[in-house]
């Protein structure tokens, strides 16, 4: 038996990760935790019977545990709520399936406990890298990426000497807007930018993805997972995503990880490391799929990329400000207060304008975050 807790269980990547607990019998969930979509949350308590469930908002809590009286399950609520959770003495593997920057004391707090993490939520990573995965080794714990590419990555590297990698070839389908003019792009709309060709996923990763700020953000996950510099992690447009990602080595060799876009895969694999399982779902016919293309991507129509190559490179809490600043001008573009292009504006304004702290402690990358949020609200609110 495998003893897990999600945080996020509510979510795209929470519901698939339930999906693969269902489809093997020996993984026993032991905690849930979710934003406040108590109704699902309530489903799941009742076919996996977790020891305990958080719920971040406290009034939602209180209704849940009010409609699950005639069960054993214990409800917590709030940060608190989610740190119990993720570091529960029986727990093995805590999958960090949270949208955002809320994702990093939780996730601290597991490795603290010694949990390993099977990580989705990048937002975590790309801000506070530099804490976790130092911390992580010390305390002898697994990061095993659940990010399609990381994973891709990850197996490639099954049995190489890290230190031959020559480069990441990190692989982006290059989103909806691909082929747009930046004319075109001026005009995008909430309903055009969530419609992503090739993967169905949560709002904001979706929002992410096309505007290639999802990119930017797994160029900084793949620097700290990899341990590899920003020189050598290069983007490559395959808009099949059939590639998933690739390693280039010292020898000129590249391996890479192919596969349909599904994201079970890569949450199974992180889950069952380094064994593998069977999964059901399509194969990759090469016949009927005919051709992969590459191309490079577009740095001018998204700019969000290109900046993002500039926070990881600066270092310190830029990360953290360019991080922040999309939070927030993503959720602002999804309430339609801001226009779609003006999503890296703001990450570009903010950049250049917030206090920039080297090798900020949690505290700091906080604090940062609190003052990109207020400069947006002072600046554009
Ligand atoms: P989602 O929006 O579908 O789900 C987010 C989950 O987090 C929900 O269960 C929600 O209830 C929970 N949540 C939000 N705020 C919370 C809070 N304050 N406290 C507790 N729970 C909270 O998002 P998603 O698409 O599943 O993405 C989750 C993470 O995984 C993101 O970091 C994303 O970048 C990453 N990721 C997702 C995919 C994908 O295919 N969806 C792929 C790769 C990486
Ligand atoms: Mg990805």
Known sequence: MKYITILGSTGSIGTQTLDVVRSNKDIKVVALGAGSNIKLLEQQIREFKPEVVSVWDEEKAKQLKENIQDLDTKVVSGMEG???????ETVEIVVTAIVGMIGIRP??????AGKHIALANKETLVTAGHIIMPLAKEKNVKILPVDSEHS??????NGENEKEIDKILLTASGGPFRNFTREQMKHVQVEHALKHPNW???????????????????????????????????????PQSVIHSMVQFV?????????????????QYALYYPERRYL????????????LTFEKPNMENFRGLQLAYEAGRKGGNA?????????????????????????????????????????PSVEEILTTEQETYEFIKERWQ
């Open 82 to 88: 989610l740190i119990e959770i993720s570091t529960i």
């Open 319 to 359: 990360p953290t400000i360019f991080n922040a600043a999309n939070e927030k001008a993503v959720e602002l573009f999804l309430d339609r207060k801001i226009a779609y292009l003006e999503i890296p504006e703001m990450i570009e304004e903010c950049m250049k304008q917030l206090q920039f702290r080297n090798n």
């Open 251 to 267: 020898d000129g060799g590249i391996m890479a990880q192919l596969g349909t876009p599904d994201m079970r895969l890569p949450i």
């Open 280 to 291: 059901g779902g399509d194969r990759i016919d090469f016949a009927s799929l005919g051709q």
């Open 200 to 238: 169905s996923m949560g709002r904001k990763i979706t929002i992410d993805s096309s505007t290639m700020i999802n990119k930017g953000l797994e160029v900084m996950e793949a620097k700290w997972l990899f341990d590899v510099d920003f020189d050598n992690i290069e983007v490559v447009v395959q």
């Open 107 to 112: 996730t601290i707090s597991a490795i603290l």
């Open 152 to 157: 891709a990555i990850f197996q490639c590297l």
